[in-house]
């Protein structure tokens, strides 16, 4: 009798193991994976994280896969990825990090997929999208899905903020090609190139003239990644500087 009641307490005890085990590999197979962090910032930034929290971002955060980036009305932000790519988040920008995979040792795997859904911002690639799979980087917007060759390119999307313009996204190709494509069309737009996409069943158009569009970034913002920016509280941002 004592022995039957020995095994069953064992028996209930290895359950118990493997469902806690269980509940642990489960939790972390749904736990975020870092895709990347915030290595320049001027004003205020918000994560909505996957699980619909609101955390306000700060220098040196972590980005995670899933992630709604939103920049206030002057809030300028500098991701940077684990493949060394990077956006810059332009003010009143809300933008979505859907997929990040990189393994230094797996290029066949590398996966990145961005979306911009309002704003605009300024992309530089890294290593995803060079090496591997050239398909392995997107970027969509409402009209159309950005692919790449290795490039710096920007991109806006107008919605009734962009004065006498007509709605729709603009593209500039700072520098290499992008390939812009919706279910109208494929276009491929090389550096200097400008081009609008008005709605996903409208093909894109390269433009024969710069839009109107200011693409250009303050010179801070564009200044190395490894010297912070901070923002004074007056409007104004100091790169590197010291606020007393």
């Given at each position: 009798?004592?022995?039957?009641?020995?095994?069953l307490?064992?028996?209930?005890?290895?359950?118990?193991?493997?469902?806690?085990?269980?509940?642990?590999v489960?939790?972390t197979?749904?736990?975020?994976?870092?895709?990347?962090?915030?290595?320049n910032?001027?004003?205020?930034?918000?994560?909505?994280?996957?699980?619909?929290i609101v955390?306000?971002?700060?220098?040196?955060?972590?980005?995670?896969?899933?992630d709604?980036?939103v920049?206030?009305?002057?809030?300028?932000?500098?991701?940077?990825?684990?493949?060394?790519?990077?956006?810059?988040?332009?003010?009143?920008?809300?933008?979505?990090?859907?997929?990040?995979?990189?393994?230094?040792?797996?290029?066949?795997?590398?996966?990145?997929?961005?979306n911009?859904?309002?704003?605009?911002?300024?992309?530089?690639?890294?290593?995803?999208?060079?090496?591997?799979?050239p398909?392995?980087?997107?970027?969509k917007?409402?009209?159309?899905?950005?692919?790449?060759?290795?490039?710096?390119?920007?991109?806006?999307?107008?919605?009734?903020?962009?004065?006498?313009?007509?709605?729709?996204?603009?593209?500039?190709?700072?520098?290499?090609?992008?390939?812009?494509?919706n279910?109208?069309?494929?276009?491929?737009v090389?550096?200097?190139?400008?081009?609008?996409?008005?709605?996903?069943?409208?093909?894109?158009?390269?433009?024969?003239?710069?839009?109107?569009?200011?693409?250009?970034?303050?010179?801070?913002?564009?200044?190395?990644?490894?010297?912070?920016?901070?923002?004074?509280?007056?409007?104004?941002?100091?790169?590197?500087?010291?606020?007393?």
């Open positions: 009798m004592m022995v039957i009641k020995n095994r307490a064992v028996t209930i005890i290895t359950l118990l193991v493997l469902l806690l085990a269980g509940s642990i489960n939790s197979a749904f736990a975020a994976e870092v895709a990347g962090r915030v290595a910032l001027s004003g205020l930034l918000f994560g909505q994280k996957a699980n619909g955390k306000t971002l700060e220098l040196n955060s972590d980005v995670e896969v899933g709604i980036l920049t206030e009305k002057r809030t300028y932000a500098r991701i940077k990825f684990i493949d060394n790519s990077e956006v810059i988040l332009r003010p009143n920008t809300r933008f979505t990090v859907e997929a990040m995979i990189f393994d230094q040792e797996r290029p066949g795997a590398d996966k990145a997929v961005f911009l859904v309002k704003g605009g911002l300024r992309a530089i690639t890294g290593q995803i999208g060079k090496r591997g799979n398909d392995s980087y997107r970027m917007t409402v009209a159309a899905t950005i692919g790449i060759r290795g490039t710096i390119y920007e991109v806006r999307i107008c919605n009734g903020n962009c004065g006498p313009l007509p709605d729709g996204v603009y593209l500039h190709a700072l520098q290499d090609a992008i390939v812009v494509a279910p109208a069309g494929t276009l491929t090389g550096p200097g190139q400008y081009t609008y996409v008005r709605d996903n069943t409208t093909a894109p158009v390269l433009l024969p003239e710069p839009p109107g569009i200011d693409f250009s970034l303050p010179g801070w913002v564009t200044e190395s990644s490894d010297t912070p920016i901070i923002w004074t509280g007056n409007g104004e941002a100091c790169l590197g500087c010291e606020v007393r």
